[in-house]
């Protein structure tokens, strides 16, 4: 795909890692096969995109945005796959920072909480979880495609010059919180 790019186009400016599926459950009864299938597309996908790109945009001065996800920053129930491969996303956003900054290539990604897109189209059809996840979020709502996107665009532009290694959330609240149940 990179090699493809920068034919076509003669460079690479930016590239966004946005690639995610999802296995869950007991982690004692998780497959191998599940296990790899989320780690191969989640993390190993980010590595290998990271790798292609990264000498064409030490060329171009560029940016890459990975999207990893809250759930890389902190655990959940039944998603142990899930919160290993985008907690890898956190850190190797964070060390590929630290690699290629001094080569004037910025490496951030942006931490999503539940958004709504074709993975989670049947949680958007549970309105019991909705709400859950509604109580949770101080935003009380859950995220839209859009409020992500302008995310990565600020972080892609020259208006984040001097930013890298970051991990933005874009979780409407979510990680402002301790755990503790809301007394209001």
């Known amino acids: 795909m990179v090699e493809t790019v920068v034919k076509r186009f003669g460079r690479l400016d930016v590239l966004v890692n946005n690639a995610g599926i999802f296995e869950g459950g007991n982690p004692a009864e998780i497959s191998n096969e599940q296990w790899r299938k989320v780690m191969s597309t989640d993390a190993d996908g980010v590595f290998y995109g990271c790798r292609a790109a990264l000498p064409h945009l030490e060329e171009t001065k560029g940016a890459i945005i990975n999207t990893a996800s809250v759930s890389g920053t ?3 129930w039944g998603m142990s796959p899930y919160n290993a491969a985008k907690g890898a996303v956190v850190n190797l956003t964070r060390a590929l920072a630290l690699d290629f900054g001094k080569k004037g290539v910025r490496i951030n990604s942006v931490c999503p909480s539940l958004t709504r897109t074709g ?5 958007m059809e549970d309105q019991e979880l909705l709400a859950k996840f509604a109580e949770r979020i101080p935003l009380g709502r859950v995220c ?15 208006d984040a010059s001097f930013m890298t290694g970051a991990n933005v959330a874009v979780d409407g609240g979510v990680s402002a919180s301790n755990g503790q149940p809301s007394q209001q």
């Open 119 to 123: 993975m989670t189209a049947d949680m």
């Open 74 to 76: 902190g655990g959940d």
């Open 144 to 158: 839209e495609p859009h409020e992500v996107a302008a995310v990565i665009a600020f972080l892609a532009s020259d």
